[in-house]
């Protein structure tokens, strides 16, 4: 038999290291690759999505709990008040418009009328919407009527259109019944919303295109060996499949928003962009001030007395020249003159697909249409508006809407518990703190190009100023970066 002698360190020749080829004399060495536009551009989303996720979070956790909550008001809302809003049995003819109004304030004599809504269905009661003192501010109370037997069904205090179980969950959404203090959360979590969805998108792509499956952007790896790939699977699948609906809530949500709606309002304004609403005035009158599509939230004013109610061709009157106009009572809304000089409004009201805003001033004495407004001529920024709203609030397509509301909400409520879960399963196991898992690696926008930087910085700047709680919570977050990063190096310069 040959013996084979192994081979060790010892009878290995040992090469010298080479020193490379010198470059050909009048050229130079190639300069270093510098990263491309993408390797520069995702440290600073991996950074900013980590600190938006980990800090903003709860914020957005708690906007989509009250919003899943509130897409289950427009079916609980008719049942909580079915006696207000239904009448007991359907007759063959119904009393006048102002016999109704005259039962309302007979059993309501506070406060004065705002509002009149007849009935837009067989079995519904007509609403009459009074100013009152003894409600909560920004509330009215609304007297439900029996149109064919006059009878008194029953008062609410009222936000706008909403009864109490959708006013009372509307608000806890807007601001936690905090008031206008409140109002802060979900503008924080609107104005970082789109942030965190856009900056996930974009990471997400770029992920599932290097593995050349894309099917993958919507379909979660259920089968990965790995537990933290298989939650972040999910985490992109889901954000991806729900994406254009946080979209969509981010841009809505902010034009109710304090102090980004009223940056909103002022570029709508400055581009012609606003909702047009009818003119008012009565010949030789001033035009009162314009509300825009939010004013149905409250109760505005209302008449100095019922005579107004009756004078000239009264109410009656008012609501068959909206008839003869070709108003649709689904529902209608009639609104009295305010103040003398004015003229009433007559506004549809129908909010579902497709939707109907036709709105005309008459003329009380003379029952002449001063000033009419369709719908369908109105800018197509107005009706965007108009739409976005309706959406986010579930009332653009009915049931349909509503469920894609919950989907969206339960999809959010998903992203914001698995992006909490990969952050856990990065924490040192075998630490004794057992802290979570490091922040993403500091530094991205030091190393990116210079014009890439300044780019950044300049938009970052103008969209902080526009969405205040944008920009003020990046700047806390590069000051708290600013301040680990020098706690870091006085560390290192401790232990070297």
Do not use: C
Not at 69 to 94: C, K
Request: no cysteine; glycine share 10%.
């Amino acid at each position: 038999m040959t013996s084979v002698t192994p081979r060790t360190s010892e009878n290995i020749p040992v090469r010298p290291p080479t020193e490379p080829d010198a470059a050909p004399s009048g050229t130079d060495l190639p300069p270093p690759s510098r990263p491309g536009l993408w390797e520069s551009v995702r440290p600073l989303l991996h950074r900013l999505h980590f600190y938006a996720g980990i800090l903003v979070g709860p914020f957005l956790l708690v906007a989509a709990v009250t919003g899943l909550m509130y897409t289950a008001t427009p079916t609980l809302e008719p049942i909580v008040h079915r006696h207000e809003l239904f009448v007991d049995e359907v007759g063959t003819s119904t009393h006048a418009l102002d016999e109704q109004l005259a039962a309302a304030r007979d059993a309501h004599p506070e406060g004065t009328v705002t509002q009149v809504v007849p009935p837009s269905s067989e079995d519904g009661t007509t609403r009459v919407v009074l100013a009152a003192d003894d409600v909560p501010e920004g509330y009215t109370r609304t007297v439900f009527v029996d149109p064919y037997t006059l009878e008194v069904r029953g008062d609410l205090a009222t936000y706008g259109s909403w009864l109490p179980v959708r006013a009372w969950v509307d608000d806890l959404h807007r601001n936690l019944h905090l008031g206008e203090a409140g109002r802060w959360y979900s503008e924080l979590a609107a104005s970082w919303l789109w942030v965190v969805a856009l900056g996930g998108l974009a990471m997400w792509i770029a992920r599932v295109a290097r593995t050349r499956k894309a099917r993958r952007l919507v379909v979660p790896e259920v089968r990965a060996k790995s537990v933290r790939k298989r939650v972040l699977s999910w985490h992109g699948a889901v954000g991806t499949v729900i994406v254009l609906g946080l979209l969509g809530l981010s841009a809505t949500g902010l034009t109710w928003s304090a102090n980004a709606g009223a940056n909103i309002g002022e570029l709508r304004s400055a581009l012609s962009w606003g909702t047009p609403t009818v003119d008012t005035a009565l010949p030789g009158a001033s035009a009162p001030a314009a509300s825009g599509e939010h004013a149905g939230h409250g109760g505005g004013a209302g008449p100095s007395s019922d005579d107004v109610l009756t004078a000239g061709v009264g109410i009656n009157g008012v609501l068959a020249v909206a008839r003869a106009e070709g108003l649709r009572e689904n529902p209608l809304q009639i609104t009295p003159p305010a103040e003398d000089g004015q003229a009433w409004v007559v506004k549809e009201h129908k909010r579902s697909w497709p939707s109907q805003q036709d709105a005309i001033a008459v003329d009380g004495a003379t029952g002449a249409v001063v000033d009419r407004i369709d719908f369908a001529d109105q800018p197509a920024a107005a009706k965007l508006t108009r739409w976005g709203i309706d959406a986010h609030m579930g009332l653009l397509f009915g049931i349909w809407n509503q469920l894609a509301l919950a989907v969206v909400a339960i999809g959010l409520i998903t992203l914001i518990v698995l992006g909490y879960r990969m952050w856990w399963q990065r924490r040192p196991t075998r630490s004794a703190t057992r802290l979570p898992g490091p922040a993403v690696p500091r530094g991205a926008l030091r190393r990116a190009p210079l014009w890439l930087s300044l780019t950044v910085l300049a938009l970052a700047a103008v969209v902080g100023w526009f969405l205040p709680l944008f920009g003020i919570p990046l700047a806390v977050f590069l000051l708290v970066d600013l301040l680990l990063a020098a706690r870091a190096r006085r560390a290192a310069e401790a232990a070297a």
